[in-house]
């Protein structure tokens, strides 16, 4: 049973471009949840997903957008990169309203 | 404003030396209480989640336990393989299913 996938591992962007980020869910699961993890720091929510629809929203700008598939996956995208947006980006993926995320191994993303 | 605090930042132990690590919360309302091991470059492993206070749950060497303002992880003769980065998260009632996770709690257990 493959648990949660993130693709690409690590990702190198300059500042003012555009960037997706990809997720798959553990097998069965139908909720979908990012996270912006930065150095030192425990993560911080940026979205959740459920049935293709924005279900919850943390404190980040529309520059962060996603989007969700028939098939559960999912993708967060980020618009006109900044310094500030380096940092490791965490998907987690659960049945809804159920309190156990599977997190995937997250998206290594540097902005030069 | 509604804030997570762990501590220590980080603990050096001795292989099978116990220790606990504390999970402090200033939330109005809390639903949940979650922790994770992340082993570095890695996400976040779901070990335990407690709802109320006076619970306790337990796997293999660690065991967690729940007040109305704080939680601990305790840590029963640690070994080498258990050190990583712990992290404590708090879900608040009413619906919101924002979890707001402290900065974490770096245990490293020498042999």
């Known amino acids: 049973d493959a648990g949660v996938t993130q693709s690409p591992t690590h990702l190198i962007k300059t500042r003012g471009q555009q960037v997706t980020l990809r997720c798959s869910p553990k097998s069965g699961h139908d909720t979908v949840s990012w996270y912006q993890q930065a150095l030192g720091q425990g993560p911080q929510f940026i979205f959740q997903y459920y049935e293709e629809e924005e279900r919850q929203r943390g404190n980040f700008p529309d520059r962060f957008s996603g989007h969700q598939f028939p098939n559960y996956s999912s993708e967060l995208n980020v618009n006109a990169l900044l310094l500030g947006d380096s940092a490791l980006y965490l998907c987690?993926?659960?049945?809804?309203?159920?309190?156990?995320?599977?997190f995937g191994p997250g998206t290594r993303l540097t902005v030069l | 404003e509604d804030q997570v605090t762990q501590s220590p930042e980080a603990l050096r132990l001795q292989e099978g030396e116990s220790s606990s690590l504390n999970c402090s919360y200033t939330?109005?309302?809390?639903?949940?209480l979650f922790w994770y091991r992340q082993d570095p470059g890695k996400g976040p492993e779901f070990l335990f989640t407690?709802?109320?206070a006076g619970e306790e749950k337990e796997k293999e060497r660690l065991k967690a336990t729940l007040t109305k303002k704080e939680s601990f992880l305790h840590i029963t003769a640690p070994k080498p393989e258990d050190s990583a980065t712990y992290l404590c998260a708090v879900q608040l009632s009413g619906g919101s299913y924002i979890p707001t996770f402290g900065r974490g709690t770096s245990l490293i257990v020498h042999p």
């Open positions: 987690a993926s659960s049945l809804l309203d159920s309190d156990t995320q599977y």
């Open positions: 407690l709802y109320s």
């Open positions: 939330v109005s309302g809390l639903r949940g």
